[in-house]
């Protein structure tokens, strides 16, 4: 006689940019812990017992993590382009803890990084530097001003591109060895805003004086 049984499936996600600290990192521990009592942690290729340890590795930040849990298996591994979450038995005890780990790392999830590693946003941004530089030149000469508008976009979307890249594929996963109430300065902190904001400020210049010019 045969019988069916329903196999046991195992499950993934990529999760968003995110930056987190130790008090995170404890945090993910714990729940893991209710889970399961063998649990391994290494970072930027060193095992380590506890992630107090981190702050030992004498590095401001990391972008290579993974915790994991053997029987049953789950692992989340921080790497510089991706975030990954895996068990491997969708039961509920492992999807459980799987959920309540993503929302810990999803809570810490980077802002505005979809602006900042925006493909599409960053080459309409570039490009508009040609039509400032074709419109500076009429019958009367070259407005200087309007072609060192150009110029200037046309760096500011250079740069916009490097930095974008970098972001997603250096540093999509931030780790700082600190706990929260110690973290870097505020600049060093908020630097990915005050970028962001600069930049919206010129995006802002730029669409006010294209629509005056069509005007």
Known sequence: MT?????????????????LYMD???????????????IEISAEGYGIDNVRQLPDLKVDCLHSLQIRSREPYLSLEFKPSSIWLYIDRDDAASRGTFEK??????????????LVQNSILVGLFT????PLMIWSKSSSGINWAMFALGVVVMILGALWIWYGFHDRFKRYAIIVPKYRVDSPSFFRRNAD???????????????????????
Request: no cysteine; proline share 1%.
């Open 3 to 19: 019988t069916i049984r329903k196999l046991v499936q195992s499950y993934d996600e990529h999760l968003k940019p995110a930056r």
């Open 127 to 130: 490009g508009a530097s040609v």
């Open 101 to 114: 780990i993503k929302r810990v790392v999803s809570e810490r999830r980077r802002g505005m990084t979809w």
């Open 193 to 215: 805003n005050i970028l962001l904001a600069f930049v919206s400020a010129v995006l802002g210049a730029l669409a006010t004086f294209v629509i005056s010019k069509a005007i």
């Open 24 to 38: 995170d990192l404890e945090k993910i521990v714990d729940i893991l812990r209710d889970l399961s009592s063998q």
